[in-house]
Nanobody, 115 residues
Framework: QVQLVESGGGSVQPGGSLRLSCAASGNIFSIDGMGWYRQAPGKQRELVAVITRGGSTNYVDSVKGRFTISRDNAKNTVYLQMNSLRPEDTAVYYC?????????WGKGTLVTVSS
């Protein structure tokens, strides 16, 4: 079993930055890909960014050029650097990791972008 713990959420003004972190513990040798999803009020959860074990990344169009996903395999941690934040980025952000035929989720961290 793998446990994921997110941190780094909070409130920020438009144009500001936040960095989310998600650390994995447990049966971590089975982890392959890592990613971040988000769910805004009244909307479905959507994929924000993913990164493979080899470092290949992919982003939803709305965050390209503003968000950067990275990972530290030695620390079993994935990061999401969010710059130029917009009110529409307001959501609960969830960490997701997968491997060995299993998928794991964090409990989420709230990001609020408001003036």
């Amino acid at each position: 079993q793998v446990q994921l713990v997110e941190s780094g959420g909070g409130s920020v003004q438009p144009g500001g930055s936040l960095r989310l972190s998600c650390a994995a513990s447990g049966n971590i040798f089975s982890i392959d890909g890592m990613g971040w999803y988000r769910q805004a009020p009244g909307k479905q959860r959507e994929l924000v960014a993913v990164i493979t074990r080899g470092g290949s990344t992919n982003y939803v169009d709305s965050v390209k050029g503003r968000f950067t996903i990275s990972r530290d395999n030695a620390k079993n941690t994935v990061y999401l650097q969010m710059n130029s934040l917009r009110p529409e980025d307001t959501a609960v952000y969830y960490c997701n990791m997968w491997g060995g035929g299993m998928a794991y989720w964090g409990k989420g961290t709230l990001v609020t972008v408001s003036s």
